[in-house]
């Protein structure tokens, strides 16, 4: 089944301690992508990647990280967490291009940072 | 820089009945797709329907048809024969084909569409 993966799905952790959140997809996508969202916000995108070893910032990157060092997978990683970035955060896959006619989300992981 | 607007941030619609959720979008691009997704309660992101700049013919997927007015840059979705399972957050969404970003989606702030009996 094609599907994007991410662990963990619920966080509660405490400010500055260091998490990661994984994400991993079975399509073969080269488009990868972490958003963040908030209430009356929508979306915002945080850091996408067009293939491996190649990423770069969206709209809200601060306070995070990412890499891509296999093509299947994208962790997320917030060194310092704060309160602030208390959010939904949802991974995404596509091809690029004419060929992404759609996005593949996976199913979110709420993080609460005290 | 592209942007998307929806101006409804609540709607009630009764079972069976079509319901239209708004969205207009800003963009200079001339090659560009637009996206809907359904957000039920339980947080996962639901696609629903694409149309791309170029398609001459109005997407439809079922129950959910795009009603895309290009010179009006409006996508707005329609719903027909509501359910009460229609009830959720439905986001509009763009993506710029020929950028550097090419695959980003830029979101609207979504549309709280609740089904009532």
């Known amino acids: 089944e094609a599907q994007v993966t991410q662990n963990p799905r619920y966080l509660i952790t405490v400010t500055g301690k260091k998490l990661t959140v994984t994400c991993s997809q079975n399509m073969n996508h080269e488009y990868m992508s972490w958003y963040r969202q908030d209430p009356g916000l929508g979306l915002r995108q945080i850091y996408y990647?067009?293939?491996?070893?190649?990423?770069d910032k969206g709209d809200v990157p601060e306070g995070y990280k990412v890499s891509r060092k296999e093509k299947r997978n994208f962790p997320l990683i917030l060194e310092s967490p704060s309160p602030n970035q208390t959010s939904l955060y949802f991974c995404a896959s596509s091809l690029i291009g004419l060929k992404a006619d759609t996005q593949y989300f996976g199913p979110g992981t709420r993080l609460t940072v005290l | 820089a592209q942007k998307i607007t929806q101006t409804q941030p609540g709607m009630f619609v009764q079972e069976k009945e079509a319901v239209t959720l708004d969205c207009t979008y800003d963009?200079?691009?001339?090659?560009?797709?637009l996206f809907w997704y359904k957000q039920p309660s339980s947080g996962e992101m639901i696609f629903l329907i694409y149309?791309?700049?170029?398609?001459?013919q109005n997407a439809t997927e079922g129950r959910y048809s795009l009603n895309f007015q290009k010179a009006r840059k409006s996508a707005n979705l329609v719903i027909s024969a509501s359910q009460l399972g229609d009830s959720a957050m439905y986001f509009c969404?763009?993506?710029?084909?020929?950028?550097?970003?090419?695959?980003?989606?830029?979101f609207g702030t979504g549309t709280r569409l609740q089904v009532t009996l």
């Open positions: 969404a763009m993506r710029e084909v020929n950028t550097g970003t090419a695959s980003k989606l830029t």
């Open positions: 990647s067009m293939n491996v070893e190649v990423t």
């Open positions: 149309q791309g700049s170029y398609d001459e």
């Open positions: 963009t200079s691009d001339q090659s560009y797709g």
